[in-house]
């Protein structure tokens, strides 16, 4: 199946610092990213729907102006966390989608990455 | 909007048993997917299954197999003959065929398989 990297896996980062996140899509092109921030024993959160050459789409009560989401290319979507504090502290995956319209197994996840904010 | 309801925040099972994981789901629109997905503490996303809303037979992938009630808009998934690896989180999820759509997913259940 089709490869979401994302870097870094985990990092740990003061507080009032901004952490930029990326997410790959190694061998098929990507339209749509998304982005999913997870709190531990919880669920994901879909937090923006990032589209390739355009401005991201965010969900209600996500801060657009703190997480900054660019997408470039049809294969690389980076969420920027500016101003970190420790309350951001989480766990962020990114999802790809292809571009053909399939509902089936055209969802594939990166691994996620760990931030936590001291 | 699409919504997803998991009922059970946590299962137990004994090894080799069966178990059943509750999902129930909520959308107007009639052509849908719905998934499960297990994670383990290492965070990674997992897929298991996948069921469309026009499949007229459930699905099934080895142990797993999703027992979609369309008319109850249900979609639970069965775990046959439990092993001790299946510990994890599993989520249901649905999204819709538009491109651009994501997976909206349900709050969980942490399943732990005993010896």
């Known amino acids: 199946g089709a490869v979401v990297s994302q870097h870094p896996s985990w990092v740990i980062c003061k507080s009032g610092t901004s952490v930029k996140i990326e997410c790959r899509s190694l061998?098929?092109?990507?339209?749509?990213m998304f982005w999913y921030r997870q709190f531990p024993k919880q669920s994901l959160m879909l937090m923006a729907t990032?589209?390739?050459?355009?401005?991201?789409?965010?969900e209600q009560g996500v801060e657009k102006d703190k997480f900054l989401i660019n997408h470039a290319s049809l294969t690389l979507s980076t969420l920027t966390v500016t101003s970190a504090h420790p309350e951001d502290s989480s766990f962020y995956i990114c999802?790809?989608?292809?571009?053909?319209?399939?509902?089936?197994?055209?969802?594939?996840f990166g691994p996620g990455t760990r931030l936590t904010v001291t | 909007a699409q919504k997803i309801t998991q009922t059970q925040p946590g299962m137990f099972v004994q090894e080799k048993e069966a178990v059943t994981l509750d999902c129930t789901y909520d959308t107007s629109d009639q052509s849908y997917g719905l998934f499960w997905y297990k994670q383990p503490s290492s965070g990674e996303m997992i897929f298991l299954i996948y069921q469309g809303s026009y499949d007229e037979q459930n699905a099934t992938e080895g142990r797993y197999s999703l027992n979609f009630q369309k008319a109850r808009k249900s979609a639970n998934l069965v775990i046959s003959a439990s092993q001790l690896g299946d510990s994890a989180m599993y989520f249901c999820a649905m999204t819709l065929p538009q491109a651009g759509t994501a997976l909206i997913f349900g709050k969980g259940t942490t399943l732990s398989v005993s010896s």
């Open positions: 061998d098929f092109q990507a339209t749509t």
């Open positions: 999802s790809a989608r292809g571009s053909s319209g399939r509902v089936r197994g055209e969802q594939y």
């Open positions: 990032s589209n390739e050459g355009s401005k991201a789409t965010y």
